[in-house]
């Protein structure tokens, strides 16, 4: 029985080894960057959560400077109050951003904090359960969309229509490759800040469980995120449009 035991533990240790490594063959490269000046963004925000609706603002305080950043994501509900927290920090290297922790607290749920260890070139996971190599470009959930920001910024003219995007994305248990592929440049009408035009990334949808997630990047503002759209296959959506750029 002992022996039987230990047979299945090192089985499924295998499998999650062979699991990570699977998940962790992704293209890396370094590309050259360009940082948006530091800035304010106050975004409208709607959605649904297990069925309520959700209407509020959101912000998105986005820092830079002396080799790192921060980015600060927070959406209020007029009827749940704070509905969505998440910070990222890092700092800067020859693949772009290169986040040190992601925190994230969603509505009624525990908050989880996801850690990029430099010194052991692991990404960690609050529960323990599995970590993943740092081999260079990774990011989280919430500074994939400013990666895409600063390398579409420093060369717009490689974002051309049909081009694909990869990168090992952590969340707040896991990780694995999302690919954005440009669907072309579209015209936002925006009550707030007028006609812009914009470039519009979708991601690239592996399986239908997968979160489906479509940003628009508003070149004439700096390339900041103009529009943020998630959709979870249960339902539950987060939008987010950008009404103010107050830069710092």
Do not use: C
């Amino acid at each position: 029985m002992r022996s039987t035991l230990i047979t299945l533990a090192l089985a499924l240790a295998a499998t999650a080894t062979a699991s990570a490594t699977a998940k962790s063959d992704y293209p890396v490269a370094k590309r050259a960057t360009s940082l948006p000046p530091s800035a304010d963004l106050s975004y409208a925000v709607k959605g649904s959560n297990r069925g309520f609706p959700l209407v509020g603002t959101g912000t998105i305080a986005w820092r830079q400077g002396d080799g790192s950043y921060s980015l600060h994501t927070e959406a209020r509900s007029s009827l749940f109050g704070k509905v969505l927290e998440q910070r990222s920090e890092g700092t800067l290297d020859s693949y772009g951003l290169a986040p040190a922790t992601f925190y994230e607290k969603r509505f009624r749920k525990e908050p989880t904090t996801t850690r990029f260890e430099r010194a052991t070139q692991r990404i960690e996971f609050a529960d323990g359960k599995v970590s993943y190599a740092i081999r260079g470009g990774e990011q989280d959930r919430s500074s994939v969309t400013f990666q895409l920001a600063i390398l579409a910024r420093a060369t717009p003219d490689k974002f051309t229509p049909g081009s694909e995007w990869t990168f090992f994305v952590a969340g707040r248990r896991d990780g694995e490759p999302w690919t954005f592929r440009v669907v072309g440049t579209e015209t936002l009408e925006n009550a707030a800040l007028g006609e812009q035009k914009v470039l519009h990334f979708s991601r690239k949808q592996v399986g239908s469980h997968e979160q489906q997630v479509d940003l628009w990047l508003a070149p004439e503002l700096d390339w900041y995120p103009a529009r943020i759209l998630l959709k979870e296959e249960d339902g539950d959506s987060f939008e987010q449009v950008l009404e103010k750029v107050n830069r710092k």
